[in-house]
């Protein structure tokens, strides 16, 4: 009788956890879930059992469908392709979504986007939103990415050795690593109308700048962009007062241009990055800690390069 009892209650709760309704609270979202092709609901009662949900291991198209929440696709953890572009979505949580090969989230608003349980990513597209950072580091498969429109300031591929695509066109890069270990293997590379990216760290600066087209005029390769103090060319034609310096500096320069202003640290981490056009520029440096650092303007073709030091 006992035994019968632990037979009933436990047929009890993997029905109950069969027949858990998944909390979709975007009605767009739901709309779309219950229709979708190929079927998700199978039992057609229109709403998704987590059974239906975790069974389902296709692609979820949702694009263009003015959803603005996405909760809910934490219960999709074998789907191995989603495209929500085009919506209205401000946060994507895809940390249960383990499976996934292929993400597009372009033409949204999000402001964040963690990758970094989603080992498997193959192709990445998160265009047109507003992120300011992203980390790929965790993602060693990724063939192919795009994110240009966004505010990106900083973007760090050396682990991702399987890339052959990748795009960031329009955005505020500052600060570009692709030294991965097979640039060779690399089919396309957009990063025009970044203003602010003057150099790009690759594996060979030669191969990159015969192979690689589409890069601004201002925007060099080298094999590394962090500054050897011993190489300093001490004929600047660039007047930095005072140094040292304390709270702020001003930079001359001889003549009406665009100048792109990178200051870093003995270590080659870069510390500041502006753009400016005009002929005199004031720099705050009161967030700088005592020490000397590296100053390194850019205009064209052009690059100068100074020691300065902060000694208070």
Request: glycine fraction near 4%; charge should be negative.
């Amino acid at each position: 009788m006992k035994i019968l009892f632990i037979l009933l209650v436990a047929l009890f709760v993997t029905f109950a956890a069969n027949s858990q309704i998944v909390n979709i609270p975007d009605e767009n979202f739901k709309a779309a879930v219950m229709t979708h092709d190929p079927v998700i609901d199978i039992n057609g009662d229109g709403e998704l059992q987590v059974s239906e949900a975790s069974s389902y291991s296709g692609a979820l198209n949702l694009s263009m469908l003015e959803i603005s929440d996405l909760t809910g696709i934490e219960a999709f953890t074998a789907v191995t392709e989603l495209n929500c572009d085009f919506n209205e979505l401000t946060s994507l949580d895809i940390s249960n979504n383990s499976n996934l090969e292929e993400l597009s989230c372009s033409s949204n608003s999000l402001e964040a986007l963690n990758v970094s349980l989603n080992t498997a990513l193959v192709k990445l597209v998160c265009g047109s939103n507003s992120l300011t950072e992203l980390d790929v580091s965790n993602n060693p498969d990724l063939e192919s990415l795009a994110c240009g429109g966004n505010p990106i300031q900083l973007l760090d591929l050396r682990n991702n050795s399987a890339l052959i695509s990748f795009s960031c066109s329009y955005s505020n890069l500052n600060s570009l690593d692709l030294r991965n270990g097979s640039n060779e293997n690399m089919q396309m590379i957009l990063i025009n109308n970044n203003p602010d990216l003057s150099c790009v760290s690759v594996d060979n600066a030669d191969y990159a700048t015969a192979n690689w087209m589409g890069v601004d005029s201002h925007t060099t390769f080298r094999n590394s962009c962090s500054v050897d103090i011993s190489e300093f060319d001490k004929q600047c034609v660039v007047e930095v007062y005072p140094n040292p310096f304390s709270d702020r500096i001003s930079i001359g320069f001889e003549e009406l241009s665009t100048y792109h202003i990178r200051m870093f640290d003995v270590f080659g981490r870069m510390v500041h990055s502006e753009s400016f056009t005009g002929t005199e520029c004031i720099v705050s440096t009161s967030y700088l800690v005592k020490g000397t650092y590296v100053l390194q303007v850019q205009s064209g073709k052009r690059l100068w390069k100074e020691v300065i030091c902060r000694d208070k």
